[in-house]
């Protein structure tokens, strides 16, 4: 079980990558509820690690989906 420092660590990590999800992804509107969420969470003094682990793992699954979209050809 990851401590909570860890899980603050992951959650500004995947807070920064959503962030940079491109307004044109079909999944651009759902990254941007993640994020909310996720910074409401790190800016309140006390949280609870369960909100965090139930924002992470959606979140990740938006990342996900949205480098698929990624064309291979650059």
């Keep these: 079980m990851k401590s909570s420092s860890d899980l603050k660590l992951v959650a500004k ?3 920064d990558r959503l962030e940079r999800i491109s307004a044109d992804s079909s999944w651009a509107h759902q990254a941007s509820g993640i994020r909310s969420a996720l910074s ?5 003094a ?3 690690e369960e909100d965090l682990k ?3 793992e959606p979140g990740f ?3 996900e989906n949205a480098a698929g979209e990624i064309p291979g050809d650059f």
């Design 13 to 15: 990590f995947l807070l």
């Design 40 to 44: 409401k969470k790190l800016s309140g």
């Design 46 to 48: 006390d949280y609870e």
């Design 54 to 56: 139930t924002l992470i």
């Design 61 to 63: 699954q938006i990342l």
